[in-house]
């Protein structure tokens, strides 16, 4: 299915490019039609459609996700469910100090040693 971007979806894109790309080396890479976030090489959140829902998945670990995972607003990412990734709708009732902090735990669980010495000096 095509993405129909709208107004909502241009705001949350810009909110998550603002929270991720100020991540010691983060940088967006578009793949499989859908802007995804990466620590250096390696994703760690991809923002899409559902069924015309925006979605942001994130590599939280197996751990977190089985917590987060009781919690109704979260859901197993298609396709990465198993790879430690969860999902969540975005909408106008999204917690942006939530996300920030979800992203910044996902951006964890892939970044270099480096980059999150990094991370710690900027803290």
């Not at 459609?49 to 109704?72: A, I, S």
Request: aromatic letters at 8%.
């Amino acid at each position: 299915m095509p993405i129909m971007k709208s107004k909502t979806y241009d705001q949350a894109l810009a909110k998550l490019r603002s929270i991720c790309l100020a991540l010691p080396e983060g940088r967006e890479l578009e793949a499989w039609g859908h802007p995804t976030f990466r620590a250096g090489k390696k994703m760690f959140a991809a923002f899409g459609q559902t069924e015309g829902d925006l979605t942001l998945g994130m590599k939280v670990g197996h751990n977190r996700q089985d917590q987060l995972l009781n919690d109704p607003r979260f859901f197993p990412t298609p396709y990465a469910a198993h790879q430690g990734w969860v999902s969540l709708h975005i909408d106008r009732k999204t917690d942006w100090k939530e996300i920030a902090s979800l992203l910044r735990e996902a951006y964890c669980q892939v970044a270099l040693k480096r980059m999150l010495k990094a991370l710690e000096t900027t803290a």
